[in-house]
């Protein structure tokens, strides 16, 4: 099963945006509202974030809701809709909503499509993450023992008769392959579609191609972040100073997960090769053979949406550790690509993605907070999942106590 997505953005109407961001920050907390994601148990992570509306008016707002799911949409929806005490207290701030009876209609019509998405685990459900996550757990409890009665757990663990293991294992194998297969002929067609963005496709090739390099030796990204925001650029839109100056906090948190949502400008003379640029990467990214997210090891989940026709740029991403730490990541191992997806917004320079305290700089001035965060496994990373994943694997086809030492260093 192949995770999904939802990114709803919906204008607030003038005069309720505190009350609806008073709404969102007390979601399942004792006065406000509860939402029982986990009851259904199919939502990885999921967010409120009350964005700027600027095309509406200075002091406009807009919620955005997104989620990341197991299964069908329309089965997302409607166990949001009854796992909702008051669904309407939350989009009644909305104009057009009309009512719970319309929620799905309504989530849909608001719903913008994702041109490009970054999985941190291919074909895994909630279900089976904290399935490998609880599994890991026991071992640990289990060898939570003595080393001298470490060797009398090992006798404990379950057998597989050798022959039976390698041919599941096999078979197994056999069966990924011919999936994916089918999964990249399933591309073809999508491949071919974007031969109707005719030569642009040439251009954002070519230029998906080109390297970046540091123009200076040093980064010129002020180091005091004490003073307001300033745009980057003549049409660059950054958060307000309120919410920029509560980020370094947020930065330096030691958390095992955090987020960010960035909304940048498109510049207009670029927005169709960042479209191109976009919906080319989303079409290869898919093709399994293709190694993703093996270079940043710390997403969970990324994506960059389109917005308001084009003019602007979402980033959602859901990651472990600090922004500081996920932005050295993006730095270190991946300048070009960075270079690739941003450098048709307002305000990017070239370089910026091989000076970790500039880009730094960007994020702070482009994120906006979270009012509302879910996610089904906090506590763990990337590669905590990855890890028990393979323990779990390794646990039911573990044929000796030889072979359970090369994969009990995983717990």
């Not at 470490?150 to 663990?157: A, E, F, G, T």
């Amino acid at each position: 099963m192949v995770s999904d997505v939802m990114t709803v953005m919906a204008p607030i109407k003038p005069g309720h945006e505190d009350a609806c961001r008073q709404v969102l920050e007390n979601i399942n907390t004792a006065t406000g509202i509860h939402i029982d994601f986990a009851k259904e148990n199919i939502t990885h992570f999921a967010r409120f974030v009350i964005l700027a509306d600027v095309d509406n008016g200075k002091r406009r707002k807009r919620l955005l809701f997104s989620a990341i799911y197991d299964g069908a949409q329309d089965a997302f929806l409607e166990h949001m809709r009854d796992d909702t005490s008051d669904i309407d207290a939350i989009w009644g701030h909305c104009e057009g909503y009309t009512g719970r009876g319309d929620f799905a209609r309504y989530m849909k019509d608001h719903d913008n499509p994702t041109a490009l998405y970054l999985k941190g685990f291919r074909y895994e459900t909630v279900e089976n993450i904290q399935k490998y996550l609880a599994l890991r757990d026991e071992l640990a409890h289990r060898f939570d023992v003595p080393r001298a009665q470490q060797l009398d757990v090992m006798k404990q663990l379950p057998r597989q008769f050798a022959p039976i293991a390698w041919i599941r294992s096999l078979f197994s194998g056999l069966f990924t392959f011919l999936k994916y297969v089918w999964i990249t002929i399933a591309l073809i067609p999508q491949m071919i579609a974007l031969l109707r963005f005719g030569f642009t496709v040439i251009e954002a090739s070519l230029f998906m191609l080109s390297q970046v390099r540091l123009d200076r030796e040093h980064s010129d990204a002020p180091l005091d972040k004490s003073g307001p925001s300033y745009p980057f650029a003549p049409g660059d839109e950054v958060v307000t100073c309120k919410e920029v100056d509560s980020l370094p906090a947020f930065r330096e948190r030691r958390v095992v997960q955090n987020q960010v949502t960035l909304m940048t400008v498109n510049g207009p003379a670029t927005a169709q090769r960042q479209k191109v640029v976009l919906n080319s990467l989303g079409v290869f990214i898919k093709v399994p053979f293709i190694t993703r997210n093996r270079v940043i090891p710390t997403i969970h989940f990324g994506r960059w949406v389109l917005i308001d026709d084009n003019k602007r740029m979402l980033f959602i991403s859901d990651y472990d550790g600090s922004v500081l730490a996920y932005v050295a990541d993006f730095v270190d191992r991946l300048p070009s690509g960075l270079n690739t997806l941003w450098n048709g917004t307002i305000g990017w320079r070239d370089s910026v993605t091989l000076d970790p305290e500039a880009f730094n700089e960007g994020i702070l001035a482009h994120n906006t907070r979270a009012s509302f965060h879910y996610c089904a496994y906090p506590s763990t990373t990337v590669t905590g999942i990855e890890q028990a994943r393979k323990l779990y694997h390794a646990y039911h086809n573990n044929i000796n106590e030889r072979t359970a030492e090369t994969w009990l260093k995983w717990l």
